[in-house]
């Protein structure tokens, strides 16, 4: 084995010697018994990074909302942006009538259809 660097360069007038490379032998160390270890490390107050079990509470169910759904032979959305006030206003009469919120438009549009028919007299 050479004692001198090899080139960069690829200078080929001096083989590489490669001859003293090689693995070294597996050495037979026998590790110490995980209870020896863990004696140890206690002795040691090396805290353990084992996750520790954790009781978890029972989940809290959350309250439910009461669904708006009935069928009522309306099956096409409509989509619209409106104020926040007007969404308020809009619910708070479908909650006080009883109505669904469709039959909330239609009572709406029908009510507006007739304020437009006295106006355009």
Excluded: C, Y
């Excluded at 140890?40 to 959350?62: G, Y």
């Excluded at 919120?101 to 006295?118: F, N, Q």
């Amino acid at each position: 084995m050479s004692k001198t660097r090899a080139s960069i360069f690829g200078d080929e007038a001096a083989p590489l010697d490669l001859s003293g490379f090689a693995p070294k032998a597996p050495q037979d160390i026998q590790a110490p018994p995980a209870d020896t270890i863990r004696a140890v490390s206690e002795a040691a107050r090396f805290p353990s990074r084992e996750a520790k079990p954790v009781q978890l509470p029972a989940p809290a169910t959350p309250a439910k909302r009461e669904q708006r759904r009935h069928r009522t032979g309306r099956n096409v959305q409509f989509n619209i942006r409106a104020r926040q006030e007007t969404i308020d206003t809009f619910l708070a009469i479908a909650d006080r009538e009883g109505w669904v919120l469709g039959e909330v438009l239609e009572h709406a549009m029908a009510a507006l259809e007739r304020e437009l028919a006295v106006r355009n007299r």
